[in-house]
């Protein structure tokens, strides 16, 4: 059994909930038959993929949806062989860059300059191009992207690229200008708080209290749809008419997160700086994103400190985040974030005391 | 075999490209230089390479869309013409391989005929045959110092034989060895009044009706980059998407503590803009949230927001400077791929405290 994010995951265009106006867009495009190369940006959980998705079914009909996996093998500059699972059906094939790492340039390359020579085959196809999706496209290399650029003109007419990704910042200005692009917003509450109900239906159930529970589970997913569903489904379990004492859990990184962000307040000691560090390993090593970390941790922190330290505390998150990419040891700079913090916070309660004496 | 040419010939004929599905930006690159908008500095000196056969090694740069690597194909053709184009052009970009030596092998083998002009072309027109090959390095702002260096000498050792164009977006990033060898270009952003009038030739030879209003559109977003305004004419989006609404920028200027004007017909409601004057962390961190779940693109909102503050009309000149401040190091730790949250939190915040 599959779960509800997946059963009622759209399929076309027309099933699709929000933002209207930019799927009649998309379906008019896939209509014309001179379908530009996209690159689709938004926060993540918005329904990029789905849309996506939707707009090559509406580009090529069913057959997209038979996928198949093929694993392929490329050999890197220095004679290394790389094994790569790649997505594909008829008439498109996805790749994801960040799990080929930094030989995403030979990867990718080596790909488009295939399909590129290769004539579609299937006569009856409705386009005569291929189209490659690259997801999370933000963690493409600069090499990489670069190396798009000519390709992207010179084989447009047996190739389209559709890129995802979170933000247009990472992505240089060439690849920018050859793409159009389409912006998908996170849902509103509302919409979310729809969709929720009409999973239901779909279940056959109704939510109770006009729907109290799916506000409460829209506004803690903050704009992630897919969170929302998951939380949905799960609250669903734990009580099976959605009523009584429910509780949304978070995620136990978040909550250990937020537990880190308690100790730097609580004592501002080198020992302490210590006990934070073991935590940020802890963390590190269960794959957490650096960022995430960092950004967690500071929004516990300024929930609970004066409004005088608020922004000074982001502002130096703001700092050793950009520090953190540029240089090599992620820990370092997190504990550099913490001691700071601590020393903000000391020195913010020293003055006060202080100014007792005066 | 003429059996098999009519067979040979069906199967393509399914494919074929219909001209009328070509995306725009390719079926209307510049076929030869005179058609090339705007860049008028470099047309006029290229166009006179055209009769004195003779040119100089090159380096085109501008910022993208704005036909730098038109011209230089659209000049290929134009002094080779069809049947020689192959043998006398060789063009080499980022997505080949691009190690030094690779290079050098390439060229070698390229450049080791010494060319026969055949004038009189297939279609019956003369060109002008330099004794020459063209070597275009496209996108060369991603080749390594390492090559660039020794791409030095391989341009001397072909020197009687080949001329390079090299080009790229910035030319800072190639090395001044190699630029001081070369003439050099500039590609400008185009002109409002150029862009205007070819996407209006555009319109007019697709038979499409655009009005002076969406042209206008076109060009504020697209500044000054061709391409980019070519694919949204033919894709006739809203346009919305590039730009951030006005409304979103003031609202969150607002926040700020900077005061707006606010037209009549936008659905900003003035007491929540009057309230907002004493906002506090909250009030501002929950703005940028809303912010970054419309998924803006970060950079477009600072160049936006930048626009709102250098022209404000009651701002110190103090203010202006201390926000512009604060907007530069968001743009730069953007380009360094920082988080765009955390940035435009940044910026807001400073940008609040420079204005208070
Ligand atoms: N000056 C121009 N005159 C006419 N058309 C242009 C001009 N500049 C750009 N275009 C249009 O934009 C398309 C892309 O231009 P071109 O490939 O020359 O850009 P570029 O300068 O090489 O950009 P990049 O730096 O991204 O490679 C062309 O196919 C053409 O349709
Ligand atoms: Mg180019």
Sequence with gaps: MSLWVDLYRPKTLDDLHYHEGLSARLRSLAASGDFPHMLFYGPSGAGKKTRIACTLRELFGKGVEKLKIDQRVFLTPTRRKLDVNIVQSNFHLEITPSEVGNYDRVVIQEILKEIAQTQQVDINARHRFKVVVINEADSLTRDAQAALRRTMEKYMTNMRIILCSNSTSKLIAPIKSRCLLVRVPAPSEDEMVKVMHYVAERQGFKIPDNGEVAREIAQDANGNMRKALLVFEALKMQSVTLTGPLTIAKPDWETYCQKVGDMILQEQSPKCVMEVRAKLYELLSHCIPPTVILKTIADRVVEKVDESLKAEIMHWAAIYEIRMRQGNKKIFHLEAWVVKVMSLYKQFFFDIDMSGFD | ?356
């Excluded at chain 2, 000498?153 to 001329?163: F, G, H, K, Q």
């Excluded at chain 2, 900077?258 to 004057?277: C, L, P, Q, Y």
């Excluded at chain 2, 004493?278 to 912010?291: Q, S, T």
């Excluded at chain 2, 009309?313 to 949250?341: F, H, N, V």
């Design chain 2, 1 to 356: 075999m003429s059996f098999f040419h009519p067979q040979q010939q069906r199967e393509p004929a399914k494919h074929a490209v219909d001209p009328s599905l070509q995306p725009w930006v390719e079926k209307y690159r510049p076929k030869t230089i005179d058609d090339v908008s705007s860049q008028e500095h470099a047309v006029a000196v290229l166009r006179r390479t055209l009769t004195s056969t003779n040119l100089p090694h090159m380096l085109f740069y501008g910022p993208p869309g704005t036909g730098k690597t038109s011209t230089i194909l659209a000049l290929a053709r134009q002094l080779f013409g069809p049947d020689n184009f192959r043998s006398r052009v060789l063009e080499l970009n980022a997505s080949d391989e691009r190690g030094i030596s690779i290079v050098r092998e390439k060229i070698k083998d390229f450049a080791r005929q010494t060319p026969r002009a055949q004038v009189v072309a297939s279609d019956g027109k003369t060109y002008p045959c330099p004794p020459y090959k063209i070597i275009i390095l496209d996108e060369a702002d991603s080749m390594t110092q390492d090559a660039q260096a020794a791409l030095r000498r391989i341009m001397e050792n072909y020197a009687r034989i080949t001329r390079f164009c090299l080009i790229c977006n910035y030319v800072t990033r190639i090395i001044e060895p190699l630029a001081s060898r070369c003439s050099k270009f500039r590609f400008k952003p185009l002109d409002p009044e150029s862009t205007s009038s070819r996407l209006s030739q555009i319109a007019t030879a697709e038979h499409v009706d655009v009005s002076p209003a969406v042209i206008n559109m076109l060009i504020y977003t697209s500044q000054g980059d061709l391409r980019r305004s070519i694919t949204y004419l033919q894709s006739a989006s809203r346009l919305a998407h590039r730009v951030v609404p006005d409304r979103v920028i003031k609202d969150f200027a607002a926040t700020l503590g900077i005061e707006v004007t606010v037209d009549n017909d936008m659905d900003v409601d003035m007491d929540s803009v009057k309230r907002k004057r004493a906002a506090n962390f909250d009030a501002i961190r929950k703005k940028v949230k809303e912010v970054v779940r419309e998924g803006y693109s970060a950079s477009q909102l600072l160049s936006q927001l930048h626009d709102l503050i250098v022209e404000h009309p009651t701002l110190s000149a103090r203010q202006k400077a201390q926000s512009a401040l604060a907007l530069a190091e968001a743009d730069k730790a953007l380009c360094d791929g920082a988080d765009e949250e955390l940035w435009i939190l940044e910026v807001a915040l400073n940008i609040h405290k420079a204005v208070a």
